[in-house]
């Protein structure tokens, strides 16, 4: 079964307008990480934003939020003020803390959402 | 610091042929990750370790070694390379839970 699901391949936002990428996530344990990455058409991976399973607010760094639904299992990324350099790739990602299940230090990642800001 | 550097950034192999991968960090991480991108997909883990001397299976371990001798170094081996181990491989590092990742290496198997 799939850990992380991003059902948009693809988005689009005018520019300066506010965007959400969807991640759904599938996990067993109480204890886990969410992440989201940023990869440019260059290829690098950028590290945008985390949210701990016991965190209680939302995670956010400058621009970027994540909507943490724990019930829903969702960890939806919000980008405000869209700017062109946004155009890119974006994985949603889960690590599981739990290590009789191999977690700890894995990361599950989603097939990823691309996404395009029109001027 | 350089962060995770990779060499070498593009590589064409042919069927059968074995080569290492480098990865290397100068930023003192225990933590240090294999993951290969295959097109249209997202990451896969192939191997980690938490330390030197410590390595482990990821999701996508069958085809590659790998080795950590000391805490800076964590190259791949691909043994008997397969058209199937066409893609681009990433090495991350981490302390905590942000990974940094190197740039990748474009690798094809023709």
């Known amino acids: 079964a799939q850990k992380i699901t991003q059902t948009q391949p693809g988005m689009f936002v005018q520019e300066k307008e506010a965007v959400t990428l969807d991640c759904t996530y599938d996990t067993s344990d109480q204890s886990y990480g969410l992440f989201w990455y940023k990869q440019p058409s260059s290829g690098e991976m950028i590290f945008l934003i985390y949210?701990?399973?016991?965190?209680?607010q939302n995670a956010t760094e400058g621009r970027y939020s994540l909507n943490f639904q724990k019930a829903r299992k969702s960890a939806n990324l919000v980008i405000s003020a869209s700017q062109l350099g946004d155009s890119a790739m974006y994985f949603c990602?889960?690590?599981?803390?739990?290590?009789?299940?191999?977690?700890?230090?894995?990361?599950?990642f989603g097939k990823g959402t691309k996404l395009t800001v029109n001027p | 610091n350089a962060g995770v550097t990779q060499t070498p950034k593009f590589r064409i192999l042919k069927i059968g042929q074995s080569m290492t991968l480098q990865c290397a960090q100068d930023m003192n991480h225990n933590y240090m990750y294999w993951y290969r991108q295959d097109p249209g997909m997202g990451l896969k883990l192939i191997y980690y370790?938490?330390?030197?001397?410590?390595?482990d299976k990821g999701e996508v371990p069958n085809g590659y070694n790998v080795s950590r001798s000391t805490t800076e170094d964590f190259p791949l081996r691909l043994e008997l390379a397969a058209p199937s181990q066409t893609s681009v491989y990433f090495c991350?590092?981490?302390?905590?839970?942000?990974?940094?990742f190197g740039p990748g290496t474009r690798l094809t198997v023709t």
């Open positions: 990602a889960m690590r599981e803390a739990s290590i009789t299940q191999g977690g700890s230090e894995k990361l599950v």
């Open positions: 991350a590092s981490s302390y905590s839970h942000e990974q940094y």
């Open positions: 949210q701990g399973s016991y965190d209680e």
């Open positions: 370790s938490v330390g030197a001397g410590i390595t």
